[in-house]
Protein backbone atom coordinates (compact mmCIF):
# COMPACT_ATOMS: atom_id res chain seq x y z
CA UNK A 1 0.00 0.00 0.00
CA UNK A 2 0.74 3.03 -0.34
CA UNK A 3 -0.24 7.24 -0.17
CA UNK A 4 -2.81 7.60 -2.82
CA UNK A 5 -4.82 10.80 -4.31
CA UNK A 6 -6.75 11.98 -6.70
CA UNK A 7 -5.49 14.92 -9.69
CA UNK A 8 -7.81 17.26 -7.59
CA UNK A 9 -6.74 16.52 -4.03
CA UNK A 10 -3.17 16.56 -4.64
CA UNK A 11 -1.92 20.81 -4.60
CA UNK A 12 1.42 21.31 -2.36
CA UNK A 13 -0.83 22.85 0.73
CA UNK A 14 -3.02 19.55 0.93
CA UNK A 15 -0.09 17.56 0.95
CA UNK A 16 1.86 19.49 3.35
CA UNK A 17 -1.13 19.79 6.06
CA UNK A 18 -1.88 15.76 5.32
CA UNK A 19 -0.08 13.87 8.18
CA UNK A 20 2.25 10.60 7.22
CA UNK A 21 0.36 7.77 6.18
CA UNK A 22 0.91 4.35 8.37
CA UNK A 23 2.21 2.70 5.62
CA UNK A 24 4.89 5.09 5.17
CA UNK A 25 5.87 5.16 8.72
CA UNK A 26 6.11 1.23 8.80
CA UNK A 27 8.02 1.94 5.67
CA UNK A 28 10.96 3.91 7.44
CA UNK A 29 11.16 1.55 10.23
CA UNK A 30 11.53 -1.15 7.88
CA UNK A 31 14.42 1.00 6.19
CA UNK A 32 15.68 1.88 9.60
CA UNK A 33 16.62 -1.95 10.76
CA UNK A 34 17.60 -2.74 7.11
CA UNK A 35 20.44 -0.09 7.45
CA UNK A 36 21.51 -0.97 10.68
CA UNK A 37 21.53 -4.73 9.54
CA UNK A 38 23.79 -3.53 6.69
CA UNK A 39 25.89 -1.63 8.90
CA UNK A 40 26.16 -4.98 11.06
CA UNK A 41 24.67 -3.50 14.21
CA UNK A 42 22.67 -6.30 14.90
CA UNK A 43 21.54 -6.99 19.19
CA UNK A 44 23.39 -9.29 21.19
CA UNK A 45 21.57 -12.82 21.56
CA UNK A 46 22.56 -13.50 24.82
CA UNK A 47 22.93 -11.24 27.43
CA UNK A 48 26.61 -10.65 29.52
CA UNK A 49 27.76 -13.06 31.77
CA UNK A 50 28.86 -12.41 35.35
CA UNK A 51 32.49 -12.32 34.26
CA UNK A 52 31.67 -9.20 31.75
CA UNK A 53 33.12 -11.24 28.69
CA UNK A 54 31.14 -10.84 25.67
CA UNK A 55 31.44 -14.23 23.93
CA UNK A 56 28.39 -13.34 21.34
CA UNK A 57 29.32 -14.00 17.84
CA UNK A 58 27.92 -11.17 15.41
CA UNK A 59 28.16 -12.33 11.61
CA UNK A 60 26.82 -9.74 9.38
CA UNK A 61 25.68 -11.97 5.77
CA UNK A 62 23.29 -8.76 5.30
CA UNK A 63 26.05 -6.54 3.59
CA UNK A 64 27.45 -8.67 1.46
CA UNK A 65 24.31 -9.85 -0.18
CA UNK A 66 23.67 -5.86 -1.70
CA UNK A 67 27.42 -5.46 -1.87
CA UNK A 68 27.82 -8.15 -4.57
CA UNK A 69 24.67 -7.75 -6.27
CA UNK A 70 25.93 -3.92 -6.34
CA UNK A 71 29.05 -5.49 -7.70
CA UNK A 72 27.54 -7.74 -10.46
CA UNK A 73 25.39 -4.63 -11.70
CA UNK A 74 27.69 -1.39 -11.35
CA UNK A 75 31.40 -3.24 -10.44
CA UNK A 76 32.69 -3.07 -14.10
CA UNK A 77 32.34 0.46 -16.40
CA UNK A 78 29.34 0.71 -17.90
CA UNK A 79 29.22 2.68 -21.60
CA UNK A 80 25.98 5.03 -22.02
CA UNK A 81 25.32 5.87 -25.63
CA UNK A 82 23.36 8.48 -27.41
CA UNK A 83 22.13 6.42 -30.50
CA UNK A 84 19.85 8.26 -32.21
CA UNK A 85 20.28 8.86 -35.64
CA UNK A 86 18.23 11.49 -36.68
CA UNK A 87 20.11 13.35 -34.11
CA UNK A 88 22.30 16.39 -36.44
CA UNK A 89 24.65 16.82 -33.91
CA UNK A 90 25.30 13.26 -33.05
CA UNK A 91 28.77 14.06 -31.63
CA UNK A 92 27.73 16.90 -29.09
CA UNK A 93 25.24 15.31 -27.44
CA UNK A 94 27.61 12.26 -27.29
CA UNK A 95 30.31 14.65 -26.07
CA UNK A 96 27.59 16.25 -23.23
CA UNK A 97 26.59 13.05 -21.89
CA UNK A 98 30.33 12.14 -21.40
CA UNK A 99 30.10 14.83 -19.11
CA UNK A 100 27.25 14.75 -17.70
CA UNK A 101 28.28 11.13 -16.09
CA UNK A 102 31.95 12.05 -15.50
CA UNK A 103 34.78 9.87 -15.87
CA UNK A 104 34.24 6.02 -15.51
CA UNK A 105 35.21 6.66 -11.44
CA UNK A 106 32.55 8.80 -10.84
CA UNK A 107 30.21 7.84 -12.84
CA UNK A 108 30.46 4.13 -11.40
CA UNK A 109 30.84 5.30 -7.95
CA UNK A 110 27.44 7.65 -8.53
CA UNK A 111 25.71 4.54 -9.61
CA UNK A 112 27.43 1.76 -6.93
CA UNK A 113 25.77 4.31 -4.37
CA UNK A 114 22.23 3.95 -5.74
CA UNK A 115 22.49 0.24 -5.95
CA UNK A 116 23.54 0.10 -1.97
CA UNK A 117 20.20 2.68 -1.68
CA UNK A 118 18.09 0.21 -4.10
CA UNK A 119 19.68 -2.57 -2.18
CA UNK A 120 18.41 -1.83 1.10
CA UNK A 121 15.42 0.23 0.53
CA UNK A 122 14.05 -1.05 -2.10
CA UNK A 123 13.70 1.97 -4.53
CA UNK A 124 16.09 4.45 -5.75
CA UNK A 125 15.70 8.54 -6.32
CA UNK A 126 18.34 10.19 -8.03
CA UNK A 127 17.20 14.48 -8.16
CA UNK A 128 18.27 16.44 -11.18
CA UNK A 129 19.78 19.87 -10.70
CA UNK A 130 20.15 22.13 -13.75
CA UNK A 131 23.24 23.77 -14.54
CA UNK A 132 23.71 26.88 -12.86
CA UNK A 133 26.28 29.97 -12.89
CA UNK A 134 29.26 28.89 -14.17
CA UNK A 135 28.22 24.70 -14.23
CA UNK A 136 28.76 23.17 -17.64
CA UNK A 137 26.67 20.63 -16.80
CA UNK A 138 23.29 19.30 -14.86
CA UNK A 139 24.20 17.70 -11.73
CA UNK A 140 22.84 14.51 -10.07
CA UNK A 141 22.04 13.58 -6.59
CA UNK A 142 21.54 10.05 -4.78
CA UNK A 143 18.51 10.76 -2.42
CA UNK A 144 17.63 9.11 0.72
CA UNK A 145 15.17 6.77 0.21
CA UNK A 146 13.90 7.26 3.86
CA UNK A 147 13.65 10.96 3.03
CA UNK A 148 10.81 10.62 -0.06
CA UNK A 149 7.58 9.65 -0.13
CA UNK A 150 5.75 9.47 -3.26
CA UNK A 151 1.58 10.01 -4.02
CA UNK A 152 -0.26 8.00 -6.65
CA UNK A 153 -3.47 7.70 -7.39
CA UNK A 154 -5.53 4.95 -6.18
CA UNK A 155 -5.82 2.91 -9.67
CA UNK A 156 -2.33 3.18 -11.01
CA UNK A 157 0.86 3.05 -8.81
CA UNK A 158 2.84 3.56 -11.99
CA UNK A 159 1.78 7.47 -12.35
CA UNK A 160 3.34 9.75 -9.57
CA UNK A 161 1.41 12.94 -8.81
CA UNK A 162 4.12 13.84 -6.25
CA UNK A 163 6.66 13.39 -4.40
CA UNK A 164 7.17 14.41 -0.99
CA UNK A 165 10.86 14.90 0.67
CA UNK A 166 10.83 15.58 4.33
CA UNK A 167 14.06 16.37 6.41
CA UNK A 168 15.33 17.60 9.63
CA UNK A 169 16.29 21.50 9.25
CA UNK A 170 18.58 23.41 11.47
CA UNK A 171 17.52 25.23 14.81
CA UNK A 172 14.67 22.33 15.80
CA UNK A 173 12.91 22.80 12.03
CA UNK A 174 11.85 19.99 9.80
CA UNK A 175 11.40 21.09 6.41
CA UNK A 176 9.59 19.35 3.27
CA UNK A 177 9.42 20.13 -0.60
CA UNK A 178 6.72 18.85 -1.80
CA UNK A 179 7.07 18.60 -5.78
CA UNK A 180 4.32 18.34 -7.07
CA UNK A 181 2.35 17.88 -11.07
CA UNK A 182 0.53 20.53 -13.02
CA UNK A 183 -1.84 18.50 -15.13
CA UNK A 184 -3.74 21.18 -17.16
CA UNK A 185 -5.79 18.98 -19.23
CA UNK A 186 -6.47 15.67 -16.66
CA UNK A 187 -4.82 13.43 -19.13
CA UNK A 188 -1.75 12.28 -16.87
CA UNK A 189 -3.25 9.22 -16.16
CA UNK A 190 -4.26 8.36 -19.60
CA UNK A 191 -1.06 9.65 -20.83
CA UNK A 192 0.89 7.74 -18.29
CA UNK A 193 4.25 8.95 -16.79
CA UNK A 194 5.21 11.64 -19.22
CA UNK A 195 2.37 14.17 -21.17
CA UNK A 196 3.67 16.41 -22.43
CA UNK A 197 2.11 19.65 -21.53
CA UNK A 198 2.09 18.41 -17.68
CA UNK A 199 4.83 20.72 -15.29
CA UNK A 200 5.96 20.46 -12.18
CA UNK A 201 5.75 22.59 -8.97
CA UNK A 202 8.59 22.85 -6.28
CA UNK A 203 7.47 24.08 -3.16
CA UNK A 204 8.99 24.26 0.29
CA UNK A 205 7.62 24.10 3.49
CA UNK A 206 9.24 24.70 7.58
CA UNK A 207 7.51 24.23 11.07
CA UNK A 208 8.75 23.94 14.14
CA UNK A 209 8.27 22.06 16.90
CA UNK A 210 6.91 24.73 19.44
CA UNK A 211 5.81 28.53 18.45
CA UNK A 212 8.85 30.55 18.05
CA UNK A 213 9.81 33.54 16.39
CA UNK A 214 6.28 33.66 14.98
CA UNK A 215 6.34 30.43 13.18
CA UNK A 216 3.76 27.67 14.62
CA UNK A 217 4.06 24.27 14.48
CA UNK A 218 1.76 24.23 11.34
CA UNK A 219 3.53 23.64 8.10
CA UNK A 220 4.53 27.17 6.81
CA UNK A 221 5.16 27.52 2.84
CA UNK A 222 9.08 28.93 2.68
CA UNK A 223 9.81 31.05 0.01
CA UNK A 224 7.76 31.20 -3.39
CA UNK A 225 6.95 28.20 -5.29
CA UNK A 226 9.18 27.35 -8.22
CA UNK A 227 8.34 26.34 -12.09
CA UNK A 228 9.37 23.48 -13.48
CA UNK A 229 8.78 23.64 -17.02
CA UNK A 230 8.79 19.86 -18.60
CA UNK A 231 6.87 16.69 -18.05
CA UNK A 232 9.62 14.58 -16.28
CA UNK A 233 10.26 15.67 -12.32
CA UNK A 234 13.27 16.89 -11.43
CA UNK A 235 13.30 14.03 -9.09
CA UNK A 236 13.74 10.34 -10.78
CA UNK A 237 13.06 6.75 -9.48
CA UNK A 238 13.33 3.24 -10.36
CA UNK A 239 12.27 -0.24 -8.44
CA UNK A 240 15.47 -1.85 -7.06
CA UNK A 241 13.42 -5.42 -7.90
CA UNK A 242 10.00 -5.75 -9.11
CA UNK A 243 7.45 -5.37 -6.67
CA UNK A 244 3.66 -5.74 -8.41
CA UNK A 245 1.14 -2.89 -7.62
CA UNK A 246 3.30 -1.28 -5.68
CA UNK A 247 5.21 2.33 -6.35
CA UNK A 248 8.34 0.92 -3.99
CA UNK A 249 10.50 -1.68 -5.35
CA UNK A 250 11.31 -4.81 -3.69
CA UNK A 251 15.11 -4.61 -1.13
CA UNK A 252 17.69 -7.44 -1.24
CA UNK A 253 17.33 -7.28 2.33
CA UNK A 254 13.94 -8.38 3.34
CA UNK A 255 12.66 -9.21 6.77
CA UNK A 256 12.89 -12.38 6.48
CA UNK A 257 16.31 -12.39 5.52
CA UNK A 258 17.15 -9.99 8.32
CA UNK A 259 15.41 -12.66 11.04
CA UNK A 260 17.31 -15.63 9.46
CA UNK A 261 20.72 -13.89 9.88
CA UNK A 262 19.69 -12.83 13.64
CA UNK A 263 19.02 -16.69 14.20
CA UNK A 264 22.44 -17.39 12.58
CA UNK A 265 23.84 -15.02 15.21
CA UNK A 266 21.99 -16.83 18.18
CA UNK A 267 23.32 -20.16 17.00
CA UNK A 268 26.50 -18.50 16.33
CA UNK A 269 26.51 -17.23 19.72
CA UNK A 270 24.90 -20.10 21.51
CA UNK A 271 27.35 -22.59 20.78
CA UNK A 272 30.19 -20.10 21.79
CA UNK A 273 28.43 -20.20 25.32
CA UNK A 274 28.65 -24.02 25.20
CA UNK A 275 32.18 -23.85 24.34
CA UNK A 276 33.45 -21.45 26.77
CA UNK A 277 32.41 -23.71 29.43
CA UNK A 278 32.86 -26.84 28.21
CA UNK A 279 35.29 -27.18 25.60
CA UNK A 280 38.18 -27.23 27.94
CA UNK A 281 37.99 -30.84 30.30
CA UNK A 282 37.07 -30.75 34.09
CA UNK A 283 38.98 -32.83 36.26
CA UNK A 284 37.31 -34.41 39.20
CA UNK A 285 38.07 -36.71 41.83
CA UNK A 286 36.54 -38.79 44.87
CA UNK A 287 38.21 -40.09 47.85
CA UNK A 288 41.55 -38.19 47.56
CA UNK A 289 40.87 -35.93 50.81
CA UNK A 290 42.15 -32.60 50.74
CA UNK A 291 41.64 -31.12 47.25
CA UNK A 292 44.61 -29.13 47.35
CA UNK A 293 46.89 -32.47 47.32
CA UNK A 294 45.67 -32.79 43.81
CA UNK A 295 49.12 -31.27 41.35
CA UNK A 296 47.36 -30.34 37.88
CA UNK A 297 50.92 -29.02 36.37
CA UNK A 298 52.26 -30.56 33.87
CA UNK A 299 53.92 -33.60 35.07
CA UNK A 300 52.42 -33.55 38.40
CA UNK A 301 52.27 -36.81 40.85
CA UNK A 302 48.79 -37.43 42.41
CA UNK A 303 49.10 -39.79 45.10
CA UNK A 304 45.57 -42.09 45.99
CA UNK A 305 45.33 -43.06 49.25
CA UNK A 306 42.07 -44.60 49.85
CA UNK A 307 41.05 -47.99 48.00
CA UNK A 308 38.28 -46.41 46.68
CA UNK A 309 39.48 -43.17 45.78
CA UNK A 310 38.63 -42.21 41.99
CA UNK A 311 39.51 -39.35 39.64
CA UNK A 312 38.68 -38.46 35.98
CA UNK A 313 37.72 -35.85 33.42
CA UNK A 314 34.44 -34.59 32.83
CA UNK A 315 34.08 -33.48 29.60
CA UNK A 316 32.14 -32.86 26.49
CA UNK A 317 30.37 -36.07 25.28
CA UNK A 318 29.25 -34.22 21.75
CA UNK A 319 31.17 -32.10 19.00
CA UNK A 320 28.26 -29.65 18.53
CA UNK A 321 27.42 -31.02 14.80
CA UNK A 322 24.00 -30.16 14.83
CA UNK A 323 24.30 -26.71 16.23
CA UNK A 324 27.25 -26.40 13.41
CA UNK A 325 24.74 -27.83 10.54
CA UNK A 326 22.07 -26.00 11.54
CA UNK A 327 23.47 -22.76 11.46
CA UNK A 328 24.77 -24.50 8.17
CA UNK A 329 21.37 -24.45 6.92
CA UNK A 330 20.57 -21.09 7.64
CA UNK A 331 23.20 -20.00 5.76
CA UNK A 332 22.45 -21.89 3.21
CA UNK A 333 18.74 -20.43 2.82
CA UNK A 334 19.99 -17.06 2.79
CA UNK A 335 22.15 -17.42 0.05
CA UNK A 336 18.97 -19.29 -1.90
CA UNK A 337 16.24 -16.64 -1.21
CA UNK A 338 19.02 -13.71 -1.71
CA UNK A 339 20.19 -15.37 -5.10
CA UNK A 340 23.65 -15.26 -3.97
CA UNK A 341 25.07 -18.17 -4.53
CA UNK A 342 27.80 -18.99 -2.04
CA UNK A 343 30.62 -19.22 -4.84
CA UNK A 344 29.60 -15.52 -5.58
CA UNK A 345 30.85 -14.32 -2.08
CA UNK A 346 34.12 -16.79 -2.28
CA UNK A 347 32.83 -19.10 0.69
CA UNK A 348 36.01 -21.69 0.08
CA UNK A 349 33.97 -24.90 0.95
CA UNK A 350 31.55 -24.06 -1.79
CA UNK A 351 34.63 -22.97 -4.25
CA UNK A 352 35.02 -25.40 -7.49
CA UNK A 353 38.04 -27.09 -7.98
CA UNK A 354 39.79 -27.81 -11.07
CA UNK A 355 39.32 -26.14 -14.53
CA UNK A 356 34.97 -25.38 -15.13
CA UNK A 357 33.28 -25.45 -18.36
CA UNK A 358 31.65 -22.15 -19.17
CA UNK A 359 28.19 -23.73 -18.76
CA UNK A 360 28.63 -24.91 -15.26
CA UNK A 361 29.88 -21.44 -14.03
CA UNK A 362 26.79 -20.36 -15.35
CA UNK A 363 24.48 -23.16 -13.97
CA UNK A 364 26.30 -22.16 -10.52
CA UNK A 365 25.79 -18.51 -10.88
CA UNK A 366 22.30 -18.76 -12.54
CA UNK A 367 20.47 -17.43 -9.99
CA UNK A 368 22.66 -13.86 -9.12
CA UNK A 369 22.77 -13.87 -13.19
CA UNK A 370 18.96 -13.64 -13.39
CA UNK A 371 18.79 -11.47 -10.46
CA UNK A 372 21.24 -8.70 -12.15
CA UNK A 373 19.43 -9.07 -15.56
CA UNK A 374 16.44 -7.83 -13.78
CA UNK A 375 17.89 -4.92 -11.84
CA UNK A 376 19.75 -3.82 -15.16
CA UNK A 377 16.36 -3.17 -17.19
CA UNK A 378 15.19 -1.49 -13.78
CA UNK A 379 18.16 0.70 -13.37
CA UNK A 380 18.74 1.02 -17.46
CA UNK A 381 15.87 2.50 -17.21
CA UNK A 382 16.27 5.59 -14.71
CA UNK A 383 20.02 5.80 -16.65
CA UNK A 384 18.22 6.29 -19.86
CA UNK A 385 15.52 9.24 -18.43
CA UNK A 386 18.14 10.87 -16.39
CA UNK A 387 20.05 11.35 -19.47
CA UNK A 388 17.39 12.17 -21.75
CA UNK A 389 16.49 14.96 -19.14
CA UNK A 390 20.00 16.37 -18.91
CA UNK A 391 19.93 16.81 -22.74
CA UNK A 392 16.11 18.55 -22.89
CA UNK A 393 17.35 21.38 -20.29
CA UNK A 394 20.79 21.35 -22.36
CA UNK A 395 18.93 22.46 -25.28
CA UNK A 396 20.41 19.53 -27.12
CA UNK A 397 17.45 17.33 -27.93
CA UNK A 398 13.49 19.03 -28.29
CA UNK A 399 10.94 17.54 -25.35
CA UNK A 400 9.29 16.39 -27.96
CA UNK A 401 11.91 13.73 -28.19
CA UNK A 402 12.33 12.88 -24.67
CA UNK A 403 10.70 9.94 -24.44
CA UNK A 404 11.54 8.38 -28.22
CA UNK A 405 15.79 9.55 -28.12
CA UNK A 406 17.62 6.45 -28.03
CA UNK A 407 20.09 5.88 -25.15
CA UNK A 408 22.10 2.58 -25.38
CA UNK A 409 23.46 1.42 -22.05
CA UNK A 410 26.83 -1.70 -22.66
CA UNK A 411 26.08 -3.38 -19.93
CA UNK A 412 29.79 -5.76 -19.02
CA UNK A 413 29.59 -9.54 -19.38
CA UNK A 414 28.27 -10.94 -15.81
CA UNK A 415 31.24 -13.54 -15.84
CA UNK A 416 34.30 -13.97 -16.43
CA UNK A 417 35.65 -16.07 -19.11
CA UNK A 418 38.58 -18.00 -20.60
CA UNK A 419 40.36 -15.95 -22.56
CA UNK A 420 41.70 -19.00 -24.93
CA UNK A 421 37.94 -20.31 -25.53
CA UNK A 422 36.44 -16.84 -26.04
CA UNK A 423 39.06 -16.33 -28.68
CA UNK A 424 38.48 -19.59 -30.57
CA UNK A 425 34.79 -18.69 -30.36
CA UNK A 426 34.74 -15.48 -31.62
CA UNK A 427 37.12 -17.12 -34.83
CA UNK A 428 34.17 -19.40 -35.34
CA UNK A 429 31.79 -16.54 -34.97
CA UNK A 430 33.71 -14.47 -37.54
CA UNK A 431 33.45 -17.31 -39.75
CA UNK A 432 29.96 -17.64 -39.96
CA UNK A 433 29.82 -14.00 -40.87
CA UNK A 434 28.91 -12.30 -37.62
CA UNK A 435 29.23 -8.64 -37.11
CA UNK A 436 32.68 -7.51 -36.05
CA UNK A 437 30.89 -5.45 -33.39
CA UNK A 438 28.70 -8.49 -32.35
CA UNK A 439 31.70 -10.17 -31.82
CA UNK A 440 33.59 -7.68 -30.07
CA UNK A 441 31.07 -6.91 -27.28
CA UNK A 442 30.55 -10.80 -26.72
CA UNK A 443 34.20 -10.65 -25.66
CA UNK A 444 33.60 -7.44 -23.25
CA UNK A 445 35.14 -4.89 -25.91
CA UNK A 446 33.95 -1.73 -27.11
CA UNK A 447 33.45 -1.94 -30.84
CA UNK A 448 33.67 1.95 -31.24
CA UNK A 449 36.86 2.30 -28.94
CA UNK A 450 38.41 -0.79 -30.74
CA UNK A 451 38.11 0.49 -34.11
CA UNK A 452 39.95 4.29 -32.99
CA UNK A 453 42.87 2.28 -31.12
CA UNK A 454 43.68 0.00 -34.22
CA UNK A 455 43.27 2.84 -36.85
CA UNK A 456 46.08 5.04 -34.76
CA UNK A 457 47.80 1.45 -33.82
CA UNK A 458 48.02 1.31 -38.25
CA UNK A 459 48.75 5.24 -38.98
CA UNK A 460 51.62 4.95 -36.25
CA UNK A 461 52.96 2.08 -37.86
CA UNK A 462 52.87 3.29 -41.80
CA UNK A 463 54.51 6.46 -40.82
CA UNK A 464 57.26 4.55 -39.09
CA UNK A 465 57.83 2.29 -41.81
CA UNK A 466 57.57 5.53 -44.45
CA UNK A 467 60.45 6.00 -42.80
CA UNK A 468 62.44 3.14 -43.30
CA UNK A 469 61.59 1.66 -39.14
CA UNK A 470 59.94 -1.33 -38.38
CA UNK A 471 57.44 -3.51 -40.48
CA UNK A 472 54.64 -1.96 -42.77
CA UNK A 473 50.81 -2.21 -41.46
CA UNK A 474 48.90 -5.47 -42.15
CA UNK A 475 47.37 -6.87 -44.99
CA UNK A 476 44.42 -6.54 -45.35
CA UNK A 477 42.18 -9.93 -44.61
CA UNK A 478 41.30 -12.21 -47.15
CA UNK A 479 37.65 -11.92 -47.70
CA UNK A 480 35.18 -14.08 -46.95
CA UNK A 481 32.52 -16.20 -49.21
CA UNK A 482 30.41 -13.95 -51.18
CA UNK A 483 31.89 -11.09 -50.22
CA UNK A 484 33.49 -8.24 -52.27
CA UNK A 485 37.43 -8.20 -52.97
CA UNK A 486 39.94 -5.38 -51.19
CA UNK A 487 40.23 -2.44 -53.91
CA UNK A 488 43.87 -2.10 -55.23
CA UNK A 489 44.47 1.15 -53.32
CA UNK A 490 43.63 -0.28 -50.29
CA UNK A 491 46.93 -2.76 -50.34
CA UNK A 492 49.72 -1.33 -49.84
CA UNK A 493 52.11 -3.25 -52.53
CA UNK A 494 56.05 -3.43 -52.72
CA UNK A 495 57.52 0.13 -53.92
CA UNK A 496 54.62 1.83 -52.01
CA UNK A 497 57.17 3.06 -48.70
CA UNK A 498 56.82 6.57 -48.10
CA UNK A 499 54.20 7.48 -51.01
CA UNK A 500 51.24 9.76 -49.71
CA UNK A 501 52.13 9.77 -46.19
CA UNK A 502 52.81 13.16 -44.03
CA UNK A 503 56.54 12.63 -42.86
Given amino acids: MNITMTQSQVTPQSLADAPTPQVDLERKQQMKIAWKSYRGEFADPLKLDSDGLNDNVISNRCAPIVDKGVSFLFGQPIKIEATDETSTDSTVVQDYLDGFWG ?189 NQIDRAPGGLVILKSMDAEMGNLEMSSDLSSSLSFAGTIRSDMDEQSRVPAVALGRQAELPRGNISGIALQLMFQPLIEKTTIKQRLYGRLIREISRAALVIAGLIPIEQYEDYKIDIHWPPLLPSDNLQAAQAAQVLQGLGVSQSTILASLGLDADDEMQKKQAEDARQLTAWSKGQGMPPPMPAQPQPGQPNPQPSDVIQPGQQGQGVNE
Fill in 103 to 291: DDDDKMTLLSLSGINGGVCGEVFMKLIPAQGEMKYSRMVNMDPMLVRMVTPPDDCNTVLAYIIEYPGPNDTQCKQIIARVDPDGQAEVAGAYDLDDSWTITNYVKKSAVFGGISNKWQQDGEPEEWPYPFPPLFANQNLPNPNEPWGMPDLSSDLIRQNNVLNFIQSNTSRILKYYAHPTTWAKGVGDG
